[in-house]
């Protein structure tokens, strides 16, 4: 592997300093997934990698009253695993279990997925279903942002030199709250996305939709919540027509492109289709609630 330096610094203080010495000539190692195979390939070729596996509480999986934390770090196995976030936090448990194969899923992180900002990624949805905060760390001190604002295109993240992504926090979700999470790829979960569609809804007690959330994945330039689909379905009953309209609405909120996996207008039709079906599931989880 082609780099000069390896820093293994044990507080996030020093992590910021050594990505603001090295700029854009240092890489962040997580779980390495998409690094090591670059770095071994020659594709990246920086002076220096900074692994961050002995900063404290890094890899934290933390549920309290107030939500869920998760550290940059957390492994996406076991989150997939921990059953402390059965009740409240399925989805994101799902979204996880979604990545790759076991074998992935078993030394990647939430932090490296979300950070890698491709918008087929599936772990960062139960996360933007859930308007889970992104906290980042600088010499300056520390800020948050809503997960959204961390993509910036196609293998682009937002984070400024010298930050560092320390976790994610996800606040508790409100009573009769039901969400789930779709991936549509060919030869299943081991397949990158061809589609990958998310619904979070929390019913009021009369059975409308006081909150929603659509997310979509793999047909724009980063993951997207679709707004103009959420408007729709607040405030109303969910019909299977209101669903159907739903979706339909949904295809029209994003741009997917024509690849190997698949050709726009395919991807759109799946859009319809999965997205139908995945608020179908969370309208069954939130009225179980």
Known sequence: MRFEKYFQPSSAEECCALLKEYGADAKVLAGGTDLVPRLKMGILKPVAVIGMMDIPGIDEITVS????????????RKISLDSQLDEDYLVIKEACGHVSSLQVRNIATIGGNACNANPSADA??????????????SAEGVRE??????FAGPGKNTLKQGELLLRFEVPKPA???????????????????????????TLSDDGTVAK?????GAVAPTPIRAAKTEALITGKKLTDDLIREAAELAATECSPISDQRASR??????????????????LKRAQNK
């Open 65 to 76: 009253d107030k939500g869920l934390t998760l550290g940059t770090l957390a492994n996406l």
């Open 124 to 137: 960062i949805h139960g996360l933007i279903l859930n308007d889970a905060m992104a906290v980042i760390a």
């Open 145 to 150: 942002i809503p997960i959204l604002e961390l």
């Open 175 to 201: 009573p009769h709250t039901g969400a789930a999470y779709t991936k549509f790829a060919i030869r299943g979960d081991s397949d990158i996305a061809i589609v990958g569609t998310g619904a979070l809804l």
């Open 212 to 216: 929603a959330r659509v997310s979509l």
């Open 265 to 282: 207008e395919y991807r759109l039709e799946m859009v319809r289709v999965w997205t139908r079906h995945t608020l179908e599931e969370a």
